[in-house]
Each structure stands twice: as structure tokens, then as C-alpha cells.
């Protein structure tokens, strides 16, 4: 990795820089230029560091972000359609409203961010972290949440169509959701909805109320 901090101002700081040159270069534009928006759609950004950047409106489809350090990033409205953030870490970042249909968030550290309104579908995002994170209004559907931490984790009105299985830890989890959603067992696959799913969650300690579809 290339390293390098500094340029611009706190919102354009690249603190370690992608090994891929087509992919450094478009960061260097975008450091270079205050007003100008990311745009690394299809790029290599594996292990690069941009903790604590503002990147509202990034256009990141398909984009490799494995082991990125996006910590406290700014994502708001971003779009991350196919991108790939495997063990990455967005912990703190914001989401607000950002896209990541069939993303990939396998083993991603995103505790204590904030995807209010965010559109998942198709995610795979097995042994992620989410830990006292926000889902306020959030829609996760086909999002495969197997081994997922959500402790603490708040929802509000958030479609919650996603699958579980026993390894998912769901303690202090709260607010309200919409079904249905999925447990995995080794027996199978069961749909579970209403009072059922709202029981199966709070049995594991969360304090959760399903909506009525």
C-alpha cells in the first residue's frame, strides 16, 4: 500500500491509498476537487483507508472495498449496488438513504452506524457486525443475516424479510419491524411471521414488535 494523508481537507483525506493505479487516480481526482463527487463504480479499493471522509452521493457500484477502513465515513445517498465491503470497516459510518443491492457485506464491521432508510436486497451479510446500530426505516430484503451480531441494534418500522439462524445474536435488538423473516436450522428453513417471529427474537433478548403486514 501506498501511504499518504493530507491532501485537501478533513472530508478528502486518504490516509493509505489502493494498490490499483486506475483506482488511485480517481481518488486523486476526487481529493483534488472540493465539489467534485467519487466516482470509483467497478474500481479496486481493496485495504484502502479513507476513515472520517465525506463521500454523500458516491457512486461505488461494483466496487471492490475488501478490508476497507471507512470508519465513520460519510455515505449518505451513495451508491453501492454489487460492491463488495467484505471485512471491511464502516463502524460510526452513515448510510443514510445509500443503496447496496447485492452487496456484499460477509463479516463488514458496521457497529454503531446509522442506515436509516437504507436498500438492501440480495445482501449477503453473513457475521457482519451491526452492534447498536440504526435500521430506522431501513428495507432489508433476501438479506442473509446468518451469524450477524445485532446486539443493541434499533429498528422503526424497518422491513426486516432477512435470515437468521441460531448463531445470529439479536440481545437488546428493539423497535419495530415488519416480516416475514427466515430461520435456518438444521431441519430446514422456516418462515416465520407476526406474534411467531416477534416471539422467536425476544426469546433471544430482544425487545421487538412485529407489524402486521
Given at each position: ?18 494498490e490499483?493505479a ?13 465539489f ?9 479499493l481493496?485495504?484502502?483507508?479513507l476513515?472520517?471522509?465525506s ?18 465515513v ?9 460492491a463488495d465491503?467484505?471485512e ?5 459510518a ?5 443503496v447496496?443491492?447485492?452487496a456484499?457485506l ?15 436486497y440480495?445482501?449477503?451479510?453473513c457475521a457482519?457486525?451491526f ?8 428495507s ?19 422491513f426486516l424479510e ?51 403486514s
Amino acid at each position: 500500500m501506498i501511504e499518504l494523508s493530507g491532501i485537501r481537507d478533513e472530508g478528502r483525506i486518504v490516509r493509505v491509498w489502493p494498490e490499483d493505479a486506475e483506482a488511485a487516480a480517481a481518488l486523486r481526482s476526487w481529493a483534488a476537487h472540493e465539489f467534485v463527487t467519487l466516482d470509483a463504480a467497478g474500481l479496486d479499493l481493496s485495504g484502502v483507508d479513507l476513515s472520517q471522509a465525506s463521500l454523500a452521493n458516491a457512486l461505488l457500484t461494483e466496487t471492490a472495498l475488501r478490508g476497507a477502513r471507512l470508519a465513520g465515513v460519510d455515505l449518505y445517498r451513495s451508491h453501492l449496488e454489487g460492491a463488495d465491503l467484505g471485512e471491511a470497516d464502516l463502524s460510526g459510518a452513515s448510510l443514510v438513504k445509500s443503496v447496496l443491492d447485492h452487496a456484499s457485506l460477509r463479516r463488514a464491521v458496521l457497529s454503531g452506524a446509522d442506515l436509516g432508510s437504507v436498500e438492501m436486497y440480495n445482501v449477503d451479510a453473513c457475521a457482519a457486525s451491526f452492534r447498536a446500530a440504526s435500521f430506522h426505516g431501513a428495507s432489508l430484503t433476501d438479506v442473509d443475516l446468518r451469524g450477524a451480531d445485532l446486539t443493541d441494534a434499533s429498528v422503526s418500522e424497518t422491513f426486516l424479510e432477512v435470515s437468521f439462524d441460531d448463531q445470529t445474536v439479536v440481545a437488546g435488538l428493539s423497535g419495530t419491524i415488519f416480516g416475514p423473516a427466515t430461520v435456518v436450522r438444521a431441519d430446514g428453513r422456516h418462515e416465520l411471521d407476526g406474534s411467531e417471529l416477534e416471539s422467536w427474537l425476544n426469546s433471544r433478548g430482544a425487545k421487538v414488535r412485529v407489524i402486521a403486514s
